[in-house]
DNA sequence: TCTGGGGTCCTAGGACCC
DNA sequence: TCTGGGGTCCTAGGACCC
């Protein structure tokens, strides 16, 4: 084996968002948690205890919520400002040991190790050890030498945690046969529900089986995309680290109402305030939309009438001034907008995303004015400030009726002055 | 009453061009 | 009788991820 061989490592928190909530609730360490999806719609984290009475992903709330209190359960809305903050303490802290690692989601980095000095289980404690005296996150790790057997590895980190102490080595052919023979397809990284009925009309119902298919046969069958897993899987790299955070090709900024929305004003309100939140990413990566799409939709659910529009929408040049944009998704509304209609969601996608800079502009494609540069300058300087929502245009109300439903909110402990933690002394 | 949100990449097919 | 071929661009839809 070269030494050279790249090997990666995935950092994985213990039921993230379950466990940002613990760490200002020390009392609730024994006790099973969930968090909720936006609305307080359904299960979307659940701690090793909560998984244990049966609760599952995707649960709705309001069918199992008497079940949950029954059993202890605590449950909470989400509170993606404080998971977003200690989400970035932990990437900094495995930033401090690692030299070049991948945020790959909120709760997920990729640590490139190739170089590394050996015994890589030690130094693969070190993080773990570190992560959590420093910010107090259990975390598991997986090593292999492609992206894919690295979260495979992860993936055993946490089905044998009492064996493995959370940190998983798969780098001897060995342990990746005996593991891959013990792992589903649908548990490999790239392989969902739909590829996995396939493959197992195929016969292939193990990690170790797809890993001995012959990549071009599975290349005509199901593409490109599961052929690069299969060589993962035999320890070909085929994805590569990204360090660098690529710009989104695509903004959408899209919520369902806390309660329904039958009026146009109420549904104004609505998109005007998804229009404010989805051009503060915009200008937060530095980039101009020339096109973007409105939407409003009913339910999927129930059996009222159903109705589902969208319209796309042609600014005059390419732009990220808010109130520009918010004009014309108003025209847009005024479009596909129906009464009669108990409406439960809205959506804003920003499309055909430039840099700055990148569009030029002639006689008869104007560029944006600089005073709408001043303004958007001013407009973010004060919501860092004074927080995200301290300055907006007047269509977006302050007190919305159809906001969001978060009844079982914890603090922003880490990120409002106001919501530090309190202690007494007794 | 009440069922998440925000992304990515790939492919197929149509329009259009020379 | 015989009815091109290759390229690009765009869009819609499907699959996946967390």
């Given at each position: 084996?070269s030494?050279?061989?790249?090997?990666?490592?995935?950092?994985?928190?213990?039921?993230f968002?379950?466990?940002?909530?613990?760490?200002f609730?020390?009392?609730?360490?024994?006790?099973?948690?969930?968090?909720?999806?936006?609305?307080?719609?359904?299960?979307?984290a659940?701690?090793?205890?909560a998984?244990?009475?049966?609760?599952?992903?995707?649960?709705?709330f309001?069918?199992?919520?008497?079940?949950?209190?029954a059993?202890?359960?605590?449950?909470?809305?989400?509170?993606?400002?404080?998971?977003?903050?200690i989400?970035?303490?932990?990437?900094?802290?495995?930033?401090?040991?690692?030299p070049?690692?991948?945020?790959?989601?909120?709760?997920?980095?990729?640590a490139?190790?190739?170089?590394?000095?050996e015994?890589?289980?030690?130094?693969?404690?070190q993080?773990?050890?570190?992560?959590?005296s420093?910010?107090?996150?259990?975390?598991?790790i997986?090593?292999?030498?492609?992206?894919?057997?690295a979260?495979?590895?992860?993936?055993?980190?946490?089905?044998?945690?009492?064996?493995?102490?959370?940190?998983?080595?798969?780098?001897?052919?060995?342990a990746?046969?005996w593991?891959?023979?013990?792992?589903p397809?649908?548990?490999?990284?790239?392989?969902?529900?739909?590829?996995?009925?396939?493959?197992?009309?195929?016969?292939?119902?193990?990690?170790?089986?797809?890993?001995?298919?012959?990549?071009k046969?599975?290349?005509?069958?199901?593409?490109?995309?599961?052929?690069?897993?299969?060589r993962?899987?035999?320890?070909?790299?085929?994805?590569?680290?990204?360090?660098?955070?690529?710009d989104?090709?695509?903004?959408?900024?899209?919520?369902?109402?806390?309660e329904?929305?039958?009026?146009?004003?109420?549904?104004?309100?609505?998109?005007?305030?998804?229009?404010?939140?989805?051009?503060?990413?915009?200008?937060?990566?530095?980039?101009?939309?020339?096109?973007?799409?409105?939407?409003?939709?009913?339910?999927?659910?129930?059996?009222?009438?159903?109705y589902?529009?969208?319209?796309?929408c042609?600014?005059?040049?390419?732009?990220?001034?808010?109130?520009?944009?918010?004009?014309?998704?108003?025209?847009?509304?005024?479009?596909?907008?129906?009464?009669?209609?108990?409406?439960?969601?809205?959506?804003?996608?920003?499309?055909?995303?430039?840099?700055?800079?990148?569009?030029?502009g002639?006689l008869?494609?104007?560029?944006?004015?600089?005073?709408?540069?001043?303004?958007?300058?001013?407009l973010?300087?004060?919501?860092?400030?004074?927080?995200?929502?301290?300055l907006?245009?007047?269509?977006?109300?302050?007190?919305?009726?159809?906001?969001?439903?978060?009844?079982?909110?914890?603090?922003?402990?880490?990120?409002?002055?106001?919501?530090?933690?309190?202690?007494?002394?007794?």
């Amino acid at each position: 084996m070269s030494p050279k061989r790249p090997t990666y490592a995935l950092v994985d928190c213990n039921s993230f968002y379950c466990s940002c909530e613990r760490l200002f609730r020390p009392e609730l360490r024994q006790v099973p948690v969930v968090v909720l999806s936006n609305n307080d719609g359904c299960v979307i984290a659940r701690t090793p205890e909560a998984k244990a009475l049966g609760i599952k992903m995707g649960d709705p709330f309001f069918k199992i919520r008497d079940a949950l209190k029954a059993k202890g359960v605590v449950a909470f809305s989400s509170n993606y400002e404080l998971y977003g903050d200690i989400s970035s303490r932990v990437q900094r802290t495995i930033e401090s040991l690692a030299p070049r690692v991948e945020v790959y989601s909120i709760d997920e980095s990729f640590a490139d190790l190739t170089g590394i000095a050996e015994p890589l289980g030690d130094f693969a404690r070190q993080i773990q050890a570190r992560v959590r005296s420093w910010t107090g996150m259990p975390v598991g790790i997986g090593i292999g030498h492609t992206k894919t057997l690295a979260k495979a590895a992860q993936h055993a980190s946490k089905l044998y945690k009492e064996r493995t102490g959370g940190v998983v080595d798969l780098r001897a052919d060995h342990a990746v046969e005996w593991l891959l023979k013990r792992m589903p397809t649908q548990e490999v990284w790239g392989v969902g529900r739909r590829i996995s009925v396939r493959l197992e009309a195929d016969g292939v119902t193990t990690a170790w089986q797809l890993a001995n298919t012959d990549p071009k046969t599975i290349r005509q069958r199901y593409g490109v995309v599961l052929e690069r897993t299969v060589r993962e899987l035999t320890g070909e790299p085929c994805i590569e680290l990204q360090e660098a955070e690529p710009d989104r090709q695509a903004i959408c900024t899209s919520r369902m109402f806390g309660e329904r929305v039958t009026t146009l004003e109420a549904m104004r309100e609505a998109v005007a305030s998804y229009m404010h939140r989805a051009t503060q990413k915009l200008r937060k990566q530095q980039s101009l939309t020339a096109v973007f799409r409105v939407a409003v939709l009913t339910s999927p659910f129930g059996d009222g009438p159903k109705y589902a529009n969208s319209v796309m929408c042609y600014p005059p040049y390419p732009t990220d001034d808010v109130l520009l944009l918010t004009r014309a998704a108003m025209e847009g509304l005024e479009v596909i907008w129906r009464d009669g209609y108990r409406y439960s969601k809205a959506e804003i996608l920003l499309m055909d995303l430039r840099k700055r800079g990148e569009f030029t502009g002639d006689l008869f494609t104007p560029s944006q004015p600089a005073r709408s540069d001043d303004l958007m300058r001013v407009l973010d300087l004060i919501n860092v400030k004074f927080g995200k929502n301290a300055l907006h245009s007047g269509r977006m109300p302050i007190d919305a009726t159809w906001a969001m439903k978060r009844e079982m909110m914890s603090r922003s402990y880490t990120t409002s002055i106001n919501q530090l933690m309190r202690f007494k002394a007794l």
